[in-house]
């Protein structure tokens, strides 16, 4: 009749288990074994203990998996990329050998490094100080965000649309005239520079020089940097 191979056992060698017919377990020199197959715990909170003293074990409580590692660092290592999926086929952390590392949200980008730095699309809220360039915050009444250059110049640039405006806003509120109660504003289809206080323009420097106040934009009447005129001295005796 016919015959199947149920185990095999070699003097000074492996062992090997049969399912069917088919291998599905083998040992080998240097204590280790081969399945040919799932290994399968079918029991809830059952561990692969793995290491001498069971350092890393890898279960499932039947309500959530883990991967407890008690000894040392944790490396998840690859020769190419890893990405962390969540909701099962969404993107939550993607590293890219040799190249970006990318966090997600809800599937869509919001933070990347590159070659340079990094990229954040969306919204920044940073509940702390703000420091570039330097370790140390500057004054206390202004240390909020600081930008330093210790090696030359230092600046801010603001860069707007063509013919558009770029503003800096003082600000104590979050909602109408306390969003602005103090300004500077620069026209760049004009040319002016205009400064507010009290939610309102106090004075305006015009592209060609002249100084206007109080909401009167008129060049006319702009105050230059000179007045011409004549005067005739006279003397009573």
Request: with cysteine.
């Amino acid at each position: 009749g016919n015959s199947e191979t149920m185990a095999t056992f070699d003097v000074d060698g492996g062992i090997e288990l049969y399912y069917d017919n088919t291998k599905m377990v083998e040992t080998r020199s240097g204590s280790t074994a081969v399945l040919n197959g799932d290994l399968l715990l079918d029991s809830d909170s059952h561990k692969l203990k793995l290491g001498l003293g069971a350092d890393l074990n890898i279960y499932h409580n039947g309500s959530h998996s883990f991967i407890d590692n008690d000894t040392g660092t944790l490396y998840l290592q690859t020769a190419t990329n890893l990405s962390f999926m969540t909701n099962n086929n969404e993107d939550a952390i993607s590293c890219i050998a040799n190249g970006a590392v990318s966090l997600f949200h809800d599937n869509s980008k919001r933070f990347e490094t590159d070659s340079s730095g990094t990229t954040t699309t969306g919204r920044a809220y940073i509940t702390g100080t703000i420091l570039q360039g330097t370790t140390d915050a500057g004054e206390s009444n202004g240390d909020e965000a600081t930008f330093a250059n210790t090696g030359g110049n230092a600046g801010i640039t603001i860069r707007s649309a063509v013919d558009a405006e770029t503003k800096i806003y003082f600000s104590e509120g979050t909602s109408g005239g306390s969003q602005y109660r103090g300004a500077i504003n620069y026209n760049h289809n004009t040319n002016y520079m205009a400064f507010s206080a009290n939610e309102t323009e106090k004075m305006r420097i015009l592209s060609g020089g002249g100084l206007t106040f109080n909401g009167d934009t008129a060049t006319a009447n702009a105050l230059d940097d000179y007045e011409e005129g004549t005067y005739t001295p006279s003397l009573s005796i």
